[in-house]
Nanobody
Framework: QGALVESGGGLVQPGGSLRLSCVAS????????MSWYRQAPGKERELVAR????????NYDDSVKGRFTISRDKTKNTVYLQMDSLKPEDTAVYYC?????????????WGQGTQVTVSS
């Protein structure tokens, strides 16, 4: 069974930085699109960034463009989210997600979430 494990969340002041990590196991990393979502209390879960590990193609929500960078290490089956210039509005639980890409995989996987709090 596939699994995703996030880490790297914490408390940071506005303008600070954090790097989230998501380690994937139990499925073929290259056959999936990897994404970061976030959910604040009382809000819908929203897509933050997505990467196709096989080719490195990325996309971002407008709210984080220029501040967040998604990347991957194919040799480690790991996806990262580098978060810079953090704002209080970025406070949320961040979740890693894997979905099949090009119909080469099956199933969908979610991590347990990691809390990011941006506050002074």
């Amino acid at each position: 069974q596939g699994a995703l494990v996030e880490s790297g969340g914490g408390l940071v002041q506005p303008g600070g930085s954090l790097r989230l990590s998501c380690v994937a196991s139990g499925f073929t990393f290259s056959n999936y699109a990897m994404s970061w979502y976030r959910q604040a209390p009382g809000k819908e879960r929203e897509l933050v960034a997505r990467i196709i590990p096989r080719i490195g193609s990325t996309n971002y929500d407008d709210s984080v463009k220029g501040r967040f960078t998604i990347s991957r290490d194919k040799t480690k089956n790991t996806v990262y989210l580098q978060m810079d210039s953090l704002k209080p509005e970025d406070t949320a639980v961040y979740y890693c997600n894997a979905r099949p890409y090009d119909a080469l995989g099956s199933g969908e996987y979610w991590g347990q979430g990691t809390q990011v709090t941006v506050s002074s």
